[in-house]
T-cell receptor
Framework: DQQVKQNSPSLSVQEGRISILNCDYT??????FLWYKKYPAEGPTFLIS?????DKNEDGRFTVFLNKSAKHLSLHIVPSQPGDSAVYFC????????FGSGTKLNVKP | NAGVMQNPRHLVRRRGQEARLRCSPM?????VYWYRQLPEEGLKFMVY????????ESGMPKERFSAEFPKEGPSILRIQQVVRGDSAAYFC?????????????FGQGTRLTVV
């Protein structure tokens, strides 16, 4: 039972443009969400988080948006850089961490 | 302040052997999680432990897999009688507590190959 879903397995974006990665969840009790970035052969690293009391959190080039009514969150990367090419996981923290299946982002120079 | 340490980084086992994966959480962290990533798939939750207690093992296969987090020493994920389908990357994460504002820190993973 996948409670956190990332329906796009891959995304390709030109350098300098915006990358938008999407995530949906099913459990309305979830109230804290995180994004992780993972390079090949490495463990995931924390990127940015958002609490359900907010609808937006920004950190440099990374912004996470939360739409509670739609049970949807998105990660925006502006401008995208080749070094951003990685797999991005969204996760919900509720007694344990529920992860989506990941979206592989490729930023083309 | 060392991060989450997993060893070995790579482990090769023959079918039927046992695999032991170790995870030392970050200093001060008492919550440990194990995740498995199969090729071309996402992170699948396996088990959540606190010191000396298994809190949630809903993601653990019913047979051959076990996990512990003793009072002293690292957390151990043990796979008995490994089969080819156990080949995957196993990641351990730790956190100091649950709740808002807490993120899990991951280790580099152990890549298990069953031949």
């Amino acid at each position: 039972d996948q409670q956190v879903k990332q329906n796009s397995p891959s995304l390709s974006v030109q350098e300098g443009r915006i990358s938008i990665l999407n995530c949906d969840y099913t459990n309305s009790m979830f109230d804290y969400f995180l994004w992780y970035k993972k390079y090949p052969a490495e463990g995931p690293t924390f990127l940015i988080s958002i609490s359900s009391i907010k609808d937006k959190n920004e950190d440099g080039r990374f912004t996470v948006f939360l739409n509670k009514s739609a049970k949807h969150l998105s990660l925006h990367i502006v401008p995208s850089q080749p070094g951003d090419s990685a797999v991005y996981f969204c996760a919900a923290d509720f007694n344990k961490f529920y992860f989506g299946s990941g979206t592989k982002l490729n930023v083309k120079p | 302040n060392a991060g989450v340490m997993q060893n070995p980084r790579h482990l090769v086992r023959r079918r039927g052997q046992e695999a032991r994966l170790r995870c030392s959480p970050m200093k001060g962290h008492s919550h440990v999680y194990w995740y498995r990533q199969l090729p071309e798939e996402g992170l699948k939750f396996m088990v959540y432990l606190q010191k000396e207690n298994i809190i949630d093992e809903s993601g653990m296969p019913k047979e051959r897999f076990s996990a512990e987090f003793p009072k002293e020493g690292p957390s151990i994920l043990r796979i008995q009688q490994v089969v080819r389908g156990d080949s995957a990357a196993y990641f351990c994460a730790s956190s100091p507590r649950l709740g808002e504002g807490t993120e899990a820190f991951f280790g580099q993973g152990t890549r298990l190959t069953v031949v």
